[in-house]
């Protein structure tokens, strides 16, 4: 069972233009989202997260979009650039003891010139 | 200061073989997690240690999967018998106590023939 579900799979845009990549989850106990950032031969680096209690967290061009009611959450990339070029994870877990992340499928952003 | 290490970086077995893989967490870091990222797939949870026992190992496979972290620090991935479908990218995580974020290693690639 597939708690979160990401899309979409592959993303091409062009430098300059946004980013956009969501995420969905079932479970309602989660209560940390956090996107991560994979570039190839790497492990996941943390790029931002959010908990339930905001609707919206930026962080330089990075901006996550949360819909509690939805049981949605967003990533934007504004003025995407060539070295943004990654694979994203979103991400969710439950704070407690294990706090263990529960990932999307990933999607693979491509930012052209 | 250093992040997670992990060795080897690569890993080519033949079926039916014993690995071992190692995590070295980031200095202070009680909390160590192992996921298991097989090809176009987001990390899957395998096991998680708070200090040196294995609080939740819920997400190991079956039992030819072990893990260890005798001193409460370095952890190794035991995996018996090896068959094909256990090739993957195998990750190491380390968290601070009280904290979020899960930081990750580079992986260990493993290759069963």
């Known amino acids: 069972q597939q708690q979160v579900k990401q899309s979409p799979q592959s993303l091409i845009v062009q430098k300059g233009g946004i980013s956009i990549i969501n995420c969905a989850y079932e479970n309602t106990a989660f209560d940390y989202f956090p996107w991560y950032q994979q570039f190839p031969g790497k492990g996941p680096a943390l790029l931002i997260a959010?908990?339930?209690?905001?609707s919206e967290k930026k962080e330089g061009r990075f901006t996550i979009s949360f819909n509690k009611s939805a049981k949605q959450f967003s990533l934007h990339i504004m003025d995407s650039q060539p070295g943004d070029s990654a694979t994203y994870f979103c991400a969710a877990s439950k704070t407690g003891t294990a706090s263990k992340l529960t990932f999307g499928t990933g999607t693979r952003l491509q930012v052209t010139l | 200061g250093a992040g997670v290490s992990q060795t080897p970086s690569n890993k080519v077995t033949e079926k039916g073989k014993y690995v071992e893989l190692r995590c070295d967490p980031i200095s202070g870091h009680t909390a160590l997690y192992w996921y298991r990222q097989s090809l176009g797939q987001g990390p899957e949870f395998l096991i998680y240690f708070q200090g040196t026992g294995a609080a939740d190992d819920s997400g190991l496979p079956n039992d030819r999967f072990f893990a260890v972290r005798p001193e409460g620090s370095v952890s190794t991935l035991k995996i018996q018998r090896t068959e094909r479908g256990d090739s993957a990218v195998y990750l190491c995580?380390?968290?601070?106590?009280?904290?979020?974020?899960?930081?990750f290693g580079p992986g260990t690639r493993l290759t069963v023939l």
């Open positions: 995580a380390s968290r601070l106590g009280g904290t979020d974020t899960q930081y």
């Open positions: 959010i908990r339930p209690d905001v």
